[in-house]
Structures are given as structure tokens and as C-alpha cells.
Nanobody, 122 residues
């Protein structure tokens, strides 16, 4: 059973940066496509960014393009989401997820973490 553990969330001011980290445990996520999602109160979970196993393919939601960068370190078994120029509307619980093929729909992902809270004050 793969478990994913997110870290790095916190309370920041608008314009600040944060780096989220995702560490799977229980097994390696070799070959898995990894995604970051977020869910704000009263809203549906939405795709933020995804990265292929090789790291050569990345995909971003329009609302984070140019501000967020997804990356992965396979030898260290980590996936990261570097977030710059944070806005109050980025406030949400951020989730790391894993799936066997490239996809952006939350309901297709097989494994999820518990989430990490990101709060951006104005």
C-alpha cells in the first residue's frame, strides 16, 4: 500500500513563496505519474500540476502557470511543488497523488496523501 505524505504548507503573505514536498512510503512510485491537487473550502478538488516519471513532461493548470513549478527527485523519492507569487485565492489544502498514467482528473488517481494546508493572507 502506497502512502503519500505531504509537507511544507503554512501561513504566508501574498507574494511569498512556499515549497511543498511529497514523500511516498510503503513502496517506490517507480513509473507513476504524480500530481498536485488542491481543495479550498466549499469547492471541488482541482488539478494544479502533474509530472511524468521521467520528469520531462509537466502540465499545469492555467491559474498557476508561471508561478508554480512541479519537479521530482526519483533517487530521493520526492515530488515537489515550488510556489511563487502566492495569492489569497491559492489558499487551500494541497494534496499529492499518484497514478499509473498521465491524467488530470482527480477521480483517476490511485493514491493520495492527507494534504497540507496552505494559507495566503492578503
Amino acid at each position: 500500500q502506497v502512502q503519500l505524505v505531504e509537507s511544507g504548507g503554512g501561513l504566508v503573505q501574498a507574494g511569498d513563496s512556499l515549497r511543498l514536498s511529497c514523500a511516498p512510503s510503503g513502496r517506490a512510485f517507480r513509473g507513476y505519474y504524480m500530481g498536485w491537487f488542491r481543495q479550498a473550502p466549499g469547492k471541488e478538488r482541482e488539478f494544479v500540476a502533474g509530472i511524468s516519471w521521467s520528469g520531462t513532461r509537466t502540465y499545469y493548470a492555467d491559474f498557476v502557470k508561471g508561478r508554480f513549478t512541479i519537479s521530482r527527485d526519483n533517487p530521493e523519492n520526492r515530488v515537489y511543488l515550488q510556489m511563487h507569487s502566492l495569492k489569497p485565492e491559492d489558499t487551500a489544502v494541497y494534496y499529492c497523488a499518484a497514478v499509473t498514467h498521465e491524467t488530470y482528473g482527480a477521480n483517476e488517481y490511485d493514491y493520495w496523501g492527507q494534504g497540507t494546508q496552505v494559507t495566503v493572507s492578503s
